[in-house]
């Protein structure tokens, strides 16, 4: 029989090594990694959507910009090349902007209703990493600010490995970090996507934060379909407006019913008002204080419920 040549040794080689590798890769999937990004036409989110900016240039004040709201991602398309798949997104924005131009003492409030398309790139390599093409310091309030410069132990992969409740979570953040505190926080869950998008900046110069929460998906790749918010932790958001006169609104969210109170406290500890003293039922509330009987300065309001307790300021200016 005839020898085979080295170059046809070496294409068996790296089929075999090919091979091989796609099977692991499939029983890696199928035994610990799960799609904690279902990318699907038609797949739908809908966020509860939260961004605070302030520029104090030098301590001084200068803006403070409040962005509050929802959002929708949909996927309209797909093109696939060899080694990715693009996923074209359609985003609508109905946000409420708060806006204090405190160097020309202009203080407003108007609508921000737009659409816009993204685009997100994954990998067909390995976990698949998702990313997009775009400034990651320029979207990174988004609710999906994933670029190549974003950076964890693993990165941003469609297929992970899950814990209690099916989620996973993680930090992240834009590589070289501008501060220790410039951190992002992401949690996914199983089938669903994106549940949860945290961010703090720190404090600098210019400081901005961030919460996006999940209300809603419709995921057609499985056919399942969340048509209400069952979050998996307790969250309680910042007010918005703040700074606020006379009125403001506070935010929360809750995954079992509970017995929830939410009360205002002044500096001194003291209750000035009990917003919440009541059992509710898992999802997203909302809730407004009036204080128009109360002098202006900081208040502090705390959301107890069992074990969890979440305290945030908020600032009176009349």
């Known amino acids: 029989m005839?020898?085979?040549?080295?170059?046809?040794?070496?294409?068996?080689?790296?089929?075999?090594?090919?091979?091989?590798?796609?099977?692991?890769?499939?029983?890696?999937?199928?035994?610990?990694?799960?799609?904690?990004?279902?990318?699907?036409?038609?797949?739908?989110?809908?966020y509860r959507y939260f961004t605070l900016t302030e520029i104090w240039?030098?301590?001084?004040?200068?803006?403070?910009?409040?962005?509050?709201?929802?959002?929708?991602?949909?996927?309209?398309g797909r093109t696939s090349n060899t080694d990715s798949t693009r996923w074209q997104f359609e985003v609508q924005r109905d946000l409420m902007r708060h806006q204090i131009l405190w160097y020309l003492g202009r203080d407003t409030t108007y609508p921000i209703r737009d659409s816009s398309s993204i685009e997100l790139i994954e990998s067909n390599l390995g976990q698949h990493q998702l990313y997009r093409n775009a400034d990651p310091y320029v979207i990174r309030l988004d609710v999906f600010p994933f670029t190549r410069g974003f950076l964890d132990t693993t990165m941003i992969y469609r297929f992970r490995q899950v814990g209690t409740g099916a989620t996973i979570t993680f930090r992240s953040w834009i590589d070289p970090p501008p501060s220790p505190l410039?951190?992002?926080?992401?949690?996914f869950k199983k089938a669903v996507g994106l549940i949860r998008n945290s961010y703090h900046?720190?404090?600098?110069?210019?400081?901005?934060t961030n919460e996006h929460v999940l209300l809603s998906s419709i995921i057609t790749s499985v056919g399942q379909q969340e048509g209400s918010a069952t979050p998996?932790?307790?969250?309680?958001?910042?007010?918005?407006p703040n700074p606020f006169n006379p009125s403001t609104t506070i935010d929360y969210l809750i995954p079992t019913k509970a017995h929830i109170t939410l009360r205002v406290f002044d500096v001194l500890g003291r209750e000035v008002a009990s917003l919440v003293d009541a059992i509710q039922e898992p999802?997203?509330?909302?809730?407004?204080?009036?204080?128009?009987?109360?002098?202006?300065?900081v208040y502090y309001y705390q959301l107890r419920a069992g074990a969890f307790v979440e305290t945030r300021t908020m600032l009176l200016v009349k």
């Not at 790296?14 to 036409?41: K, R, Y």
């Not at 410039?182 to 949690?187: D, G």
């Open 57 to 76: 240039p030098a301590g001084t004040p200068y803006e403070t910009r409040t962005d509050s709201g929802r959002v929708v991602y949909y996927i309209t």
């Open 232 to 240: 998996s932790s307790f969250v309680l958001y910042p007010s918005y």
């Open 2 to 46: 005839k020898p085979r040549s080295p170059y046809a040794v070496w294409l068996i080689l790296f089929f075999l090594q090919t091979h091989t590798a796609h099977s692991q890769w499939q029983q890696t999937t199928g035994d610990s990694l799960v799609d904690v990004f279902p990318l699907s036409i038609g797949n739908e989110w809908t």
């Open 201 to 208: 900046s720190g404090t600098m110069d210019v400081y901005s």
């Open 283 to 297: 999802g997203y509330k909302s809730t407004r204080w009036n204080a128009g009987n109360v002098a202006c300065g």
């Open 182 to 187: 410039f951190r992002s926080s992401f949690t």
